[in-house]
Protein backbone atom coordinates (compact mmCIF):
# COMPACT_ATOMS: atom_id res chain seq x y z
CA UNK A 1 0.00 0.00 0.00
CA UNK A 2 2.64 2.44 1.02
CA UNK A 3 4.71 1.74 -2.46
CA UNK A 4 1.66 2.44 -4.51
CA UNK A 5 1.03 5.99 -2.51
CA UNK A 6 4.64 6.75 -3.43
CA UNK A 7 3.78 5.78 -7.30
CA UNK A 8 0.44 7.62 -7.02
CA UNK A 9 2.60 11.00 -5.89
CA UNK A 10 5.50 10.89 -8.16
CA UNK A 11 2.56 10.52 -11.10
CA UNK A 12 0.41 13.43 -9.65
CA UNK A 13 3.51 15.37 -10.13
CA UNK A 14 4.77 13.89 -13.08
CA UNK A 15 4.41 17.08 -15.27
CA UNK A 16 5.63 19.53 -13.25
CA UNK A 17 8.76 17.18 -13.12
CA UNK A 18 9.09 17.47 -16.98
CA UNK A 19 8.31 21.05 -16.70
CA UNK A 20 11.61 21.20 -14.28
CA UNK A 21 14.06 19.33 -16.39
CA UNK A 22 12.50 20.81 -19.18
CA UNK A 23 13.33 24.46 -18.23
CA UNK A 24 16.76 23.60 -16.49
CA UNK A 25 17.85 21.72 -20.63
CA UNK A 26 16.90 24.84 -21.98
CA UNK A 27 18.48 27.47 -19.40
CA UNK A 28 22.07 25.51 -18.97
CA UNK A 29 24.39 27.05 -16.11
CA UNK A 30 27.51 26.50 -15.11
CA UNK A 31 29.38 25.49 -11.85
CA UNK A 32 28.14 27.81 -9.20
CA UNK A 33 26.13 29.99 -11.25
CA UNK A 34 23.36 27.63 -11.31
CA UNK A 35 20.70 30.45 -9.88
CA UNK A 36 17.75 29.89 -12.65
CA UNK A 37 18.06 26.14 -11.70
CA UNK A 38 18.49 26.39 -7.77
CA UNK A 39 15.51 28.86 -7.89
CA UNK A 40 13.35 26.63 -9.76
CA UNK A 41 13.74 23.71 -8.10
CA UNK A 42 13.48 25.65 -4.45
CA UNK A 43 10.16 26.92 -6.11
CA UNK A 44 8.98 23.43 -6.64
CA UNK A 45 9.82 21.91 -3.58
CA UNK A 46 8.02 24.96 -1.33
CA UNK A 47 5.19 24.01 -3.64
CA UNK A 48 4.89 20.99 -2.74
CA UNK A 49 5.25 21.19 0.91
CA UNK A 50 9.11 21.35 2.24
CA UNK A 51 10.95 23.66 4.67
CA UNK A 52 13.43 25.15 1.49
CA UNK A 53 16.58 26.64 2.52
CA UNK A 54 18.21 28.45 -0.77
CA UNK A 55 21.77 29.39 -0.09
CA UNK A 56 22.24 27.01 2.40
CA UNK A 57 25.74 27.05 4.08
CA UNK A 58 26.41 30.92 2.38
CA UNK A 59 26.72 28.66 -0.84
CA UNK A 60 24.56 30.95 -3.42
CA UNK A 61 23.11 27.84 -5.27
CA UNK A 62 22.96 25.25 -2.44
CA UNK A 63 19.55 23.94 -1.15
CA UNK A 64 18.70 22.25 1.81
CA UNK A 65 15.02 21.12 1.84
CA UNK A 66 13.40 18.88 4.53
CA UNK A 67 10.03 17.32 5.17
CA UNK A 68 9.18 15.09 8.62
CA UNK A 69 10.60 14.99 11.68
CA UNK A 70 12.83 12.49 13.75
CA UNK A 71 14.98 9.61 12.87
CA UNK A 72 16.07 7.75 10.66
CA UNK A 73 17.03 10.71 8.03
CA UNK A 74 17.46 9.98 4.38
CA UNK A 75 19.18 12.12 2.14
CA UNK A 76 18.58 12.54 -1.57
CA UNK A 77 21.74 14.44 -3.36
CA UNK A 78 20.95 16.16 -6.17
CA UNK A 79 22.69 18.48 -9.12
CA UNK A 80 22.31 20.96 -11.71
CA UNK A 81 25.57 22.00 -13.26
CA UNK A 82 26.27 22.18 -17.30
CA UNK A 83 29.60 21.76 -18.86
CA UNK A 84 30.90 23.99 -20.89
CA UNK A 85 30.63 23.88 -25.39
CA UNK A 86 28.39 21.62 -25.03
CA UNK A 87 25.09 23.27 -26.14
CA UNK A 88 22.60 21.10 -28.46
CA UNK A 89 19.30 21.16 -29.97
CA UNK A 90 16.83 17.95 -29.94
CA UNK A 91 18.78 16.88 -33.33
CA UNK A 92 20.59 13.37 -34.12
CA UNK A 93 23.04 15.85 -35.66
CA UNK A 94 25.63 17.72 -33.67
CA UNK A 95 23.51 21.03 -34.03
CA UNK A 96 24.86 23.40 -31.31
CA UNK A 97 21.60 25.89 -29.69
CA UNK A 98 24.31 28.72 -28.49
CA UNK A 99 27.53 28.62 -30.41
CA UNK A 100 30.33 27.45 -27.81
CA UNK A 101 27.35 27.73 -25.32
CA UNK A 102 26.56 25.54 -21.94
CA UNK A 103 25.09 22.26 -22.23
CA UNK A 104 23.58 19.15 -20.21
CA UNK A 105 26.01 16.94 -21.40
CA UNK A 106 25.85 14.96 -18.05
CA UNK A 107 21.90 14.94 -17.65
CA UNK A 108 22.15 16.98 -14.72
CA UNK A 109 18.65 18.48 -15.79
CA UNK A 110 17.45 15.17 -14.78
CA UNK A 111 19.66 13.75 -12.23
CA UNK A 112 18.69 17.05 -9.77
CA UNK A 113 15.05 16.72 -10.75
CA UNK A 114 15.04 12.80 -10.14
CA UNK A 115 15.91 13.36 -6.60
CA UNK A 116 13.01 16.16 -6.23
CA UNK A 117 10.80 13.31 -7.62
CA UNK A 118 11.73 10.95 -4.95
CA UNK A 119 11.50 13.55 -2.33
CA UNK A 120 7.77 14.08 -3.21
CA UNK A 121 6.78 10.66 -3.35
CA UNK A 122 8.21 9.67 0.03
CA UNK A 123 6.62 12.74 1.21
CA UNK A 124 3.33 11.12 0.95
CA UNK A 125 4.29 7.87 2.79
CA UNK A 126 5.57 10.17 5.65
CA UNK A 127 2.30 11.67 5.50
CA UNK A 128 0.62 8.12 5.61
CA UNK A 129 2.59 7.42 8.71
CA UNK A 130 6.08 6.58 7.90
CA UNK A 131 8.79 7.87 10.53
CA UNK A 132 11.71 10.08 9.81
CA UNK A 133 12.51 12.92 7.55
CA UNK A 134 13.72 13.07 3.77
CA UNK A 135 16.04 15.82 2.89
CA UNK A 136 16.98 16.85 -0.82
CA UNK A 137 20.29 18.66 -1.36
CA UNK A 138 20.52 21.00 -4.53
CA UNK A 139 24.61 20.50 -4.53
CA UNK A 140 26.47 23.00 -7.13
CA UNK A 141 29.17 22.22 -9.05
CA UNK A 142 29.71 18.67 -8.85
CA UNK A 143 31.23 19.42 -12.42
CA UNK A 144 34.32 20.90 -10.86
CA UNK A 145 34.38 18.38 -8.02
CA UNK A 146 33.90 20.70 -5.12
CA UNK A 147 30.07 21.17 -4.45
CA UNK A 148 29.99 18.89 -2.22
CA UNK A 149 32.85 19.50 -0.54
CA UNK A 150 31.56 23.04 0.45
CA UNK A 151 28.64 21.90 1.59
CA UNK A 152 30.37 19.70 3.75
CA UNK A 153 32.67 22.17 5.39
CA UNK A 154 28.97 24.56 6.29
CA UNK A 155 28.25 20.90 8.03
CA UNK A 156 25.02 20.49 5.51
CA UNK A 157 25.36 16.60 5.87
CA UNK A 158 25.26 16.29 9.33
CA UNK A 159 23.00 14.32 11.01
CA UNK A 160 22.14 11.90 8.00
CA UNK A 161 21.59 8.05 8.79
CA UNK A 162 21.98 6.94 4.40
CA UNK A 163 22.02 8.78 1.59
CA UNK A 164 21.11 8.17 -2.15
CA UNK A 165 23.06 9.23 -5.51
CA UNK A 166 21.29 8.83 -8.86
CA UNK A 167 22.90 9.11 -12.06
CA UNK A 168 21.92 9.63 -15.80
CA UNK A 169 23.52 6.88 -17.39
CA UNK A 170 23.58 4.23 -20.16
CA UNK A 171 22.31 1.39 -18.74
CA UNK A 172 20.03 0.77 -15.10
CA UNK A 173 22.64 -0.28 -13.20
CA UNK A 174 23.68 -0.01 -9.62
CA UNK A 175 27.33 0.52 -8.30
CA UNK A 176 29.26 -1.50 -5.88
CA UNK A 177 32.77 -0.54 -7.24
CA UNK A 178 34.52 2.80 -6.21
CA UNK A 179 34.98 5.81 -7.82
CA UNK A 180 38.42 8.00 -7.43
CA UNK A 181 38.72 10.93 -5.59
CA UNK A 182 40.99 13.60 -6.61
CA UNK A 183 42.39 17.11 -5.60
CA UNK A 184 42.73 19.40 -8.36
CA UNK A 185 44.46 22.74 -8.49
CA UNK A 186 46.85 24.98 -10.72
CA UNK A 187 50.38 25.78 -11.17
CA UNK A 188 51.24 29.68 -11.75
CA UNK A 189 54.68 30.23 -13.18
CA UNK A 190 56.54 34.14 -13.30
CA UNK A 191 59.82 34.37 -15.07
CA UNK A 192 60.90 37.78 -16.44
CA UNK A 193 60.43 38.74 -20.09
CA UNK A 194 63.06 39.63 -22.82
CA UNK A 195 63.49 39.62 -26.53
CA UNK A 196 63.79 36.00 -27.53
CA UNK A 197 66.16 36.30 -30.77
CA UNK A 198 67.69 39.70 -29.50
CA UNK A 199 68.69 38.99 -25.62
CA UNK A 200 67.08 36.02 -24.42
CA UNK A 201 69.39 35.43 -21.69
CA UNK A 202 68.25 38.23 -19.95
CA UNK A 203 64.81 36.40 -19.76
CA UNK A 204 63.43 33.86 -16.89
CA UNK A 205 60.69 31.70 -18.98
CA UNK A 206 57.65 30.78 -17.06
CA UNK A 207 56.55 28.03 -19.88
CA UNK A 208 60.05 26.73 -19.54
CA UNK A 209 58.91 25.88 -15.60
CA UNK A 210 55.34 24.50 -17.00
CA UNK A 211 56.92 22.47 -19.42
CA UNK A 212 59.02 20.80 -17.44
CA UNK A 213 57.47 20.43 -14.69
CA UNK A 214 54.54 18.44 -17.29
CA UNK A 215 58.11 16.47 -18.57
CA UNK A 216 58.20 15.60 -14.71
CA UNK A 217 54.82 14.58 -14.51
CA UNK A 218 54.88 12.44 -16.96
CA UNK A 219 58.28 10.73 -16.12
CA UNK A 220 56.30 10.05 -12.54
CA UNK A 221 53.43 8.33 -14.02
CA UNK A 222 56.27 5.25 -14.10
CA UNK A 223 56.52 5.26 -10.03
CA UNK A 224 53.12 5.64 -8.70
CA UNK A 225 50.90 2.91 -8.54
CA UNK A 226 48.37 1.60 -11.19
CA UNK A 227 45.29 2.80 -10.11
CA UNK A 228 46.61 6.97 -9.93
CA UNK A 229 45.44 9.09 -12.71
CA UNK A 230 47.06 12.52 -13.57
CA UNK A 231 46.28 15.02 -16.39
CA UNK A 232 46.65 18.45 -17.13
CA UNK A 233 45.71 21.11 -19.51
CA UNK A 234 47.79 24.45 -19.92
CA UNK A 235 45.65 27.43 -19.58
CA UNK A 236 48.57 30.21 -20.47
CA UNK A 237 51.40 29.44 -22.22
CA UNK A 238 52.73 33.13 -23.36
CA UNK A 239 51.60 35.96 -26.34
CA UNK A 240 54.05 35.57 -28.97
CA UNK A 241 57.03 33.24 -29.79
CA UNK A 242 59.68 36.61 -29.89
CA UNK A 243 59.16 37.12 -26.35
CA UNK A 244 60.15 35.32 -23.53
CA UNK A 245 56.93 34.13 -21.75
CA UNK A 246 56.78 35.49 -18.26
CA UNK A 247 53.76 33.70 -17.30
CA UNK A 248 52.82 30.77 -17.90
CA UNK A 249 50.29 28.58 -15.70
CA UNK A 250 48.37 24.82 -15.84
CA UNK A 251 45.32 22.90 -14.46
CA UNK A 252 45.71 19.60 -12.86
CA UNK A 253 44.51 16.55 -11.26
CA UNK A 254 45.12 14.37 -9.84
CA UNK A 255 43.57 10.78 -8.88
CA UNK A 256 43.50 8.02 -6.88
CA UNK A 257 41.24 5.14 -4.95
CA UNK A 258 41.88 6.36 -1.48
CA UNK A 259 42.82 10.04 -0.10
CA UNK A 260 46.25 8.78 1.31
CA UNK A 261 47.32 8.61 -1.83
CA UNK A 262 46.01 11.39 -3.70
CA UNK A 263 47.50 13.28 -0.90
CA UNK A 264 51.66 11.46 -1.52
CA UNK A 265 51.09 12.27 -5.11
CA UNK A 266 50.21 15.74 -4.70
CA UNK A 267 52.85 16.19 -2.49
CA UNK A 268 55.53 14.82 -5.78
CA UNK A 269 53.70 17.07 -8.41
CA UNK A 270 54.45 20.06 -6.54
CA UNK A 271 58.03 18.84 -5.35
CA UNK A 272 57.87 18.61 -9.27
CA UNK A 273 57.15 21.80 -10.13
CA UNK A 274 59.07 23.66 -7.09
CA UNK A 275 62.02 21.69 -9.25
CA UNK A 276 61.06 23.11 -12.43
CA UNK A 277 60.73 26.92 -11.09
CA UNK A 278 64.65 26.06 -9.08
CA UNK A 279 65.90 24.94 -12.58
CA UNK A 280 64.32 28.30 -14.71
CA UNK A 281 65.11 30.95 -12.04
CA UNK A 282 60.84 31.21 -11.87
CA UNK A 283 58.99 31.74 -9.18
CA UNK A 284 55.66 29.41 -8.66
CA UNK A 285 52.55 29.97 -6.83
CA UNK A 286 50.02 26.63 -6.09
CA UNK A 287 46.75 27.29 -6.31
CA UNK A 288 44.71 25.06 -4.93
CA UNK A 289 41.02 24.67 -5.93
CA UNK A 290 39.61 21.93 -4.02
CA UNK A 291 39.32 17.87 -3.71
CA UNK A 292 36.83 14.94 -3.34
CA UNK A 293 36.66 11.25 -1.39
CA UNK A 294 36.34 8.31 -3.44
CA UNK A 295 33.02 7.03 -3.48
CA UNK A 296 31.85 4.17 -0.81
CA UNK A 297 29.34 2.63 -1.77
CA UNK A 298 27.19 0.40 0.82
CA UNK A 299 27.08 -2.62 -0.20
CA UNK A 300 23.97 -3.50 1.81
CA UNK A 301 22.04 -0.35 0.38
CA UNK A 302 23.34 -1.53 -2.91
CA UNK A 303 21.69 -4.40 -3.07
CA UNK A 304 18.27 -2.70 -1.60
CA UNK A 305 18.51 -0.46 -4.64
CA UNK A 306 19.31 -3.05 -7.02
CA UNK A 307 15.61 -4.54 -5.76
CA UNK A 308 14.17 -1.32 -5.94
CA UNK A 309 15.10 -1.07 -9.29
CA UNK A 310 13.70 -4.46 -10.28
CA UNK A 311 10.49 -3.64 -8.53
CA UNK A 312 9.58 -0.14 -9.69
CA UNK A 313 7.25 1.01 -12.39
CA UNK A 314 9.18 1.62 -15.66
CA UNK A 315 7.76 3.32 -18.84
CA UNK A 316 8.29 1.23 -22.76
CA UNK A 317 10.50 3.50 -24.94
CA UNK A 318 8.32 4.42 -27.64
CA UNK A 319 9.13 3.92 -31.24
CA UNK A 320 10.11 7.13 -31.92
CA UNK A 321 12.62 7.28 -28.96
CA UNK A 322 13.99 4.31 -29.89
CA UNK A 323 14.45 5.73 -33.68
CA UNK A 324 15.84 8.59 -31.65
CA UNK A 325 18.45 6.65 -29.81
CA UNK A 326 19.16 4.45 -33.03
CA UNK A 327 19.69 7.58 -35.18
CA UNK A 328 22.24 8.80 -32.46
CA UNK A 329 24.02 5.43 -32.31
CA UNK A 330 24.15 5.06 -36.01
CA UNK A 331 22.32 1.50 -35.04
CA UNK A 332 19.08 -0.43 -35.68
CA UNK A 333 16.82 0.97 -33.21
CA UNK A 334 16.59 -2.33 -31.54
CA UNK A 335 20.16 -1.98 -30.15
CA UNK A 336 19.65 1.49 -29.22
CA UNK A 337 19.03 1.90 -25.81
CA UNK A 338 19.91 -1.04 -22.78
CA UNK A 339 16.78 -2.00 -20.99
CA UNK A 340 18.38 -4.47 -18.76
CA UNK A 341 19.17 -4.29 -14.90
CA UNK A 342 22.95 -4.07 -14.11
CA UNK A 343 25.51 -4.36 -11.06
CA UNK A 344 28.85 -2.81 -11.72
CA UNK A 345 31.70 -4.36 -9.52
CA UNK A 346 34.36 -2.69 -11.16
CA UNK A 347 35.94 0.32 -10.05
CA UNK A 348 35.73 3.46 -11.95
CA UNK A 349 38.58 5.32 -13.05
CA UNK A 350 36.24 9.04 -13.05
CA UNK A 351 35.18 10.73 -10.04
CA UNK A 352 32.38 12.50 -8.87
CA UNK A 353 32.02 14.45 -4.77
CA UNK A 354 29.17 12.14 -3.97
CA UNK A 355 31.99 10.31 -2.40
CA UNK A 356 32.24 12.68 0.73
CA UNK A 357 28.79 12.42 1.17
CA UNK A 358 29.43 8.88 1.64
CA UNK A 359 32.23 8.94 3.95
CA UNK A 360 29.87 10.92 6.29
CA UNK A 361 27.01 8.32 5.93
CA UNK A 362 26.51 5.14 4.43
CA UNK A 363 25.18 5.21 0.90
CA UNK A 364 24.62 4.02 -3.05
CA UNK A 365 24.89 5.48 -6.39
CA UNK A 366 22.97 4.01 -9.38
CA UNK A 367 22.54 4.84 -12.63
CA UNK A 368 19.03 4.53 -15.26
CA UNK A 369 19.27 4.43 -18.97
CA UNK A 370 18.70 7.46 -19.79
CA UNK A 371 20.29 8.19 -22.68
CA UNK A 372 21.69 6.04 -26.35
CA UNK A 373 24.11 3.15 -25.93
CA UNK A 374 27.13 4.59 -27.43
CA UNK A 375 26.63 7.84 -26.29
CA UNK A 376 30.65 8.50 -24.74
CA UNK A 377 30.63 10.83 -21.86
CA UNK A 378 30.68 14.60 -21.88
CA UNK A 379 29.30 14.54 -25.19
CA UNK A 380 26.95 16.64 -27.58
CA UNK A 381 24.55 13.51 -27.83
CA UNK A 382 24.39 13.60 -23.94
CA UNK A 383 22.60 16.99 -24.14
CA UNK A 384 20.47 15.94 -26.85
CA UNK A 385 19.03 12.90 -24.83
CA UNK A 386 19.35 14.51 -21.56
CA UNK A 387 16.03 17.32 -23.26
CA UNK A 388 14.55 14.23 -24.90
CA UNK A 389 11.83 12.05 -23.57
CA UNK A 390 13.28 8.87 -23.63
CA UNK A 391 16.08 11.11 -20.76
CA UNK A 392 12.69 11.74 -18.90
CA UNK A 393 11.12 8.59 -18.81
CA UNK A 394 14.70 7.57 -17.16
CA UNK A 395 14.71 10.30 -14.89
CA UNK A 396 11.12 9.07 -13.47
CA UNK A 397 12.36 5.70 -13.14
CA UNK A 398 14.77 6.62 -11.00
CA UNK A 399 12.49 8.96 -8.84
CA UNK A 400 10.20 5.72 -7.84
CA UNK A 401 13.08 3.74 -7.53
CA UNK A 402 14.32 6.35 -5.27
CA UNK A 403 11.64 6.75 -3.40
CA UNK A 404 10.98 2.99 -3.20
CA UNK A 405 14.67 2.65 -1.81
CA UNK A 406 14.32 5.09 0.84
CA UNK A 407 10.71 3.66 1.82
CA UNK A 408 12.30 -0.04 2.46
CA UNK A 409 15.21 1.63 4.46
CA UNK A 410 13.14 4.13 6.65
CA UNK A 411 10.75 1.06 7.72
CA UNK A 412 13.68 -1.48 8.68
CA UNK A 413 15.98 -0.60 11.66
CA UNK A 414 17.95 -3.74 11.24
CA UNK A 415 18.59 -2.98 7.25
CA UNK A 416 20.16 0.28 8.50
CA UNK A 417 21.77 -1.13 11.02
CA UNK A 418 23.38 -3.17 9.17
CA UNK A 419 24.08 -0.50 6.53
CA UNK A 420 25.82 1.05 9.39
CA UNK A 421 27.63 -1.85 10.59
CA UNK A 422 29.23 -2.09 6.63
CA UNK A 423 30.28 2.00 7.13
CA UNK A 424 31.88 1.48 10.29
CA UNK A 425 34.08 -1.75 9.00
CA UNK A 426 35.03 0.04 6.04
CA UNK A 427 35.92 3.92 6.90
CA UNK A 428 37.85 1.97 10.13
CA UNK A 429 36.42 4.54 12.43
CA UNK A 430 38.15 7.71 10.40
CA UNK A 431 36.46 10.58 10.34
CA UNK A 432 35.80 12.24 7.31
CA UNK A 433 37.82 15.24 6.91
CA UNK A 434 36.84 18.16 4.72
CA UNK A 435 39.59 18.15 1.32
CA UNK A 436 38.14 21.96 1.12
CA UNK A 437 40.15 24.10 3.78
CA UNK A 438 38.58 26.49 6.35
CA UNK A 439 40.26 29.65 4.43
CA UNK A 440 39.62 28.23 0.75
CA UNK A 441 37.04 30.75 -1.23
CA UNK A 442 34.14 29.91 -2.59
CA UNK A 443 34.72 30.16 -6.47
CA UNK A 444 31.78 32.40 -6.75
CA UNK A 445 32.33 33.18 -10.80
Known sequence: MEEQILYAEIERWHARLDALADAIWQQPEGPFAEHFAAESTA?????AGFQVELGAGGIPT????????????????GEYDALPAMSQKLSTQKEAAVPDGWGHACGHNLLGTAHVGA?????AALDAGLPGTVVFYGCPAEEVLTGKGFMARAHLFDGLDFCAAFHP?????????ISTGLNSFKLHFRGCTAHAGGDPWNGRSALDALELTNVGINYLREHVPTTVRMHYVITAGGVAPNIVPDYASGWYFVRALDRETIEE?????????????LMTGTELEVEYLGGCYPTLNNHVLADVMYQALADAPREAWSEQELAFAGALNGTVAEDALDGGLHCETENSFGSTDVGDVQHIAPGIFFETACRNLNSPGHNWQVTACSGHSLGKKGMLYAA??????????????????????????????????CPIPDDLPLPLP
Request: charged share 30%.
Open 62 to 77: AIRASYGSGKPVYGLL
Open 265 to 277: IYARMLDIARGAA
Open 400 to 433: RAMALFGLRVMRDPDLLARAKAEFAEKTGGKPYV
Open 119 to 123: AIGLK
Open 43 to 47: ALLRE
Open 169 to 177: GRKNCVEKG
